[in-house]
């Protein structure tokens, strides 16, 4: 270790070069530490500016209001119509046919004005509420199971001949039925591309027995009464899909509706409904190209943040992997990369296939594909700017509540995990236990994963005790009273407790740390005025007291060459007395240099952020020694006292 004196001298031998009042290095290091803070925030302002700007480029509020129309238009029914004919009033086969032949076809086709005058159609094509052209035509899918794919206890082979199992994509049938010289009737393969959907009860492909419907509304409902007639839905259906796709060009979005009904192996019909509105075309007005030098910077960004982490990694090699914002940096770096790699797919296949899908009017365009894609990057950006802004608080961790917040969260780390794992031991056997008690009577209780979602809105207050105590009169009012006491009462005030405790302690030791806040708002404050200055936004300040000025520099340099000549025999006496010494007490005296050293040494250092987190970290551990060691003095002054006791006793 270097003696006090030694690193003194640098500072010193600066002075005498007559240089000027230089700064101590601790306070050049924190200086430089500040400003490499500040400049790593104002450009990571930057770039998220730019992500909120190309993210909420791609979303409006006409998505919402689109997707609004058509749900209304092809899922409710209107009032002077049946209710029994609206898709989500769907409960058989022979409501699907009614909602095809009814609502469907009447949302699908709009060819009078509201007088009942006939439009005229420009190449036949239908516009839905007048705005929104249909592209192409609609396609109806359907999947079946083949027969005896499930198996029939004996006692009941002489009553059941048929039997067809749940949806599975083994027991899918592709053979030939009914009139099969028609395609409807034969089973089609979709190309690889194309996803599978995930329904209510199964995992659907993409393949199946399909047709789509004819240009004119007279020719969809004849065709529809013949399908009905020769029984194209058999007691194999296990699904059907309606897929059709719109375009407004006054709001240059494109609209692909999915209409699901399924046919459970239990009877009955479940309906589900997808409305995605999607901007495909995204290059058409200025503010579409302002949006794409918005992704060209974008990238830019990324590839900046990428060459600074692999140097940040160059230099702290393993250390680089300890800390957890280089984690979130790298987790933002890999979604980046897989929003651009979406984008430019997507961008790709929309230019290829754009064309194809629209060359033949009386072919169902498949979009979904698309939508599926625009779906999933709007998605992976979502994702994207959520983590971008979570790594704001990296830049703002020298604000006092910050650093009181993360330290509460790091110091009482153990004892969460230890409350969680007993916390969830408890939750997951009442999850248990509701399953299995409730599961065949209540829809909140039909599945486990129901359950869980289920409890933890029984705990924010959202819960209905009535179909809890109609499913078992007994055990629903015990198992509501005891989860609400021990999950609500006692677990979630201990979880409350452990942080509320552990805070206080962190509040109390931050009172007595100085804090850097002011610091770095005064030169946050000198930054601003300089880059005025310079910008010639703001006059520079000039003392009004030159003479003043003068004098008090004059004084000033008279103290300091006092000071030089001070510091600089004293710098000699310290020599020759290390050098009088002999060397174990030279050694002696580097170990355990002088107070005024310490001192001096002390004024000229600067503790960094990693180091003051590791002094509080040791702090904290002291304290908590100190209170162990409390607890064993009262204990061994306790025994004391009782054998001074015992023996006062023995004596008389």
Same mark, same amino acid.
């Given at each position: 270790m270097e003696p006090p004196a030694a690193r003194q001298r640098p500072a010193v031998e600066q002075r005498r070069s007559g240089s000027g009042a230089a700064?101590?290095?601790?306070?050049?290091? &924190?200086?430089?530490?500040?400003?490499?803070?500040?400049?790593?925030?104002?450009?990571?302002?930057?770039?998220?500016?730019?992500?909120?700007?190309?993210?909420?480029?791609?979303?409006? *509020?006409?998505?919402?209001?689109?997707?609004?129309?058509?749900?209304?238009?092809?899922?409710?029914?209107?009032?002077?119509?049946?209710?029994?004919?609206g898709f989500r009033s769907?409960?058989?086969?022979?409501?699907?046919?009614?909602?095809?032949?009814?609502?469907?076809?009447?949302?699908?086709?709009?060819?009078?004005?509201?007088?009942?005058?006939?439009?005229?159609?420009?190449?036949?094509?239908?516009?839905?509420?007048?705005?929104?052209?249909?592209?192409? =035509?609609?396609?109806?899918?359907?999947?079946k199971v083949r027969n005896s794919t499930c198996s029939i206890y004996p006692y009941f082979r002489t009553f059941l001949e048929d039997c067809y199992s749940e949806y599975r994509y083994r027991a899918e049938d592709r053979s030939d039925f009914g009139l099969s010289n028609e395609s409807e009737w034969k089973y089609s393969s979709a190309s690889s591309l194309s996803p599978w959907y995930w329904g209510s009860m199964g995992l659907y492909s993409s393949g199946g027995y399909?047709?789509?419907?004819?240009?004119?509304?007279?020719?969809?409902?004849?065709?529809?009464?013949?399908? &009905?007639?020769?029984?194209?839905?058999?007691?194999?259906?296990?699904?059907v899909f309606i897929d059709f796709s719109t375009y407004n060009a006054n709001i240059n979005l494109f609209c692909i509706i999915k209409l699901v009904v399924e046919f459970p192996a239990t009877g009955g019909a479940l309906t589900s409904s997808h409305i995605y509105s999607v901007k495909l075309l995204r290059y058409i007005t200025y503010y579409d190209y302002f949006l794409a030098s918005c992704e060209i910077t974008f990238c830019l960004f990324i590839i900046i943040f990428i060459i600074q982490e692999a140097i940040k990694m160059v230099k702290l090699k393993k250390e680089y992997f300890r800390s957890a914002w280089n984690w979130l940096d790298l987790l933002l770096l890999v979604v980046s990369i897989l929003a651009i790699a979406f984008n430019i797919y997507r961008t790709v296949e929309v230019s290829l296939l754009m064309e194809e899908l629209l060359s033949d009017a009386h072919v169902y365009p498949d979009f979904y594909f698309l939508a599926f894609w625009q779906v999933l990057y709007n998605n992976?950006?979502?994702?994207?700017?959520?983590?971008?802004?979570?790594?704001?608080?990296?830049?703002?961790?020298?604000?006092?509540?910050?650093?009181?917040?993360?330290?509460?969260?790091?110091?009482?780390?153990?004892?969460?995990?230890?409350?969680?794992?007993?916390?969830?031991i408890i939750f997951f056997a009442y999850a248990q236990l509701g399953?299995?008690?409730?599961?065949?009577?209540?829809?909140?209780?039909?599945?486990?994963?129901?359950?869980?979602?289920?409890?933890?809105?029984? =705990?924010?207050?959202?819960?209905?005790?009535?179909?809890?105590?109609a499913a078992n009169r007994i055990l629903g009012p015990i198992y509501f009273i005891t989860f609400v006491f021990f999950v609500f009462f006692v677990l979630l005030n201990m979880f409350l407790a452990i942080i509320n405790d552990t805070y206080s302690e962190v509040k109390a030791d931050f009172e007595v740390i100085p804090s850097q806040e002011l610091q770095i708002r005064d030169l946050f404050t000198q930054s601003c005025?300089?880059?005025? =200055?310079?910008?010639?936004?703001?006059?520079?300040?000039?003392?009004?007291?030159?003479?003043?000025?003068?004098?008090?520099?004059?004084?000033?340099?008279?103290?300091?060459?006092?000071?030089?000549?001070?510091?600089? *025999?004293?710098?000699?006496?310290?020599?020759?007395?290390?050098? &009088?010494?002999?060397?174990?007490?030279?050694?002696?005296?580097?170990?355990?240099?002088?107070?005024?050293?310490?001192?001096?040494?002390?004024?000229?250092?600067?503790?960094?952020?990693?180091?003051?987190?590791?002094?509080?970290r040791y702090t904290a551990e002291l304290e908590k020694e100190l209170k162990n060691t409390n607890a064993k003095l009262k204990r061994i002054m306790k025994s004391m006292q009782q054998l001074k006791d015992t023996s006062g006793k023995t004596a008389q």
């Open positions: 700064k101590p290095r601790g306070s050049c290091t &924190r200086d430089l530490e500040l400003k490499t803070t500040l400049r790593e925030l104002v450009l990571y302002v930057v770039f998220l500016t730019d992500l909120c700007i190309l993210t909420f480029g791609m979303v409006s *509020t006409d998505m919402f209001y689109l997707n609004k129309v058509m749900s209304h238009l092809f899922l409710e029914p209107s009032s002077s119509e049946n209710n029994r004919s769907i409960g058989s086969r022979a409501d699907f046919w009614r909602f095809a032949e009814g609502p469907l076809l009447d949302g699908l086709y709009w060819d009078k004005w509201y007088n009942n005058m006939t439009l005229t159609l420009q190449n036949n094509s239908s516009h839905i509420y007048y705005e929104n052209l249909l592209l192409g =035509v609609a396609q109806i899918r359907q999947l399909m047709f789509t419907l004819p240009k004119s509304k007279q020719e969809s409902m004849e065709k529809l009464v013949f399908l &009905r007639q020769n029984s194209w839905l058999t007691r194999g259906t296990r699904v992976v950006i979502a994702v994207n700017i959520f983590f971008a802004w979570i790594k704001i608080f990296k830049y703002v961790s020298f604000n006092k509540t910050m650093m009181q917040l993360s330290s509460t969260l790091s110091r009482c780390a153990k004892d969460i995990i230890g409350f969680a794992i007993m916390f969830f399953y299995l008690v409730f599961g065949s009577q209540v829809e909140e209780f039909s599945t486990f994963q129901n359950c869980i979602f289920t409890q933890f809105r029984i =705990v924010l207050g959202d819960f209905n005790f009535e179909t809890i105590e005025s300089k880059a005025l =200055v310079k910008l010639k936004l703001k006059k520079p300040e000039v003392d009004t007291n030159p003479a003043d000025e003068s004098l008090e520099s004059k004084e000033f340099s008279a103290t300091k060459r006092k000071d030089i000549s001070k510091l600089s *025999t004293g710098d000699s006496a310290n020599e020759k007395s290390q050098l &009088r010494l002999s060397k174990p007490q030279q050694e002696q005296l580097q170990k355990y240099p002088s107070t005024e050293d310490t001192e001096s040494a002390t004024a000229q250092s600067y503790v960094s952020a990693a180091e003051f987190q590791q002094l509080f």
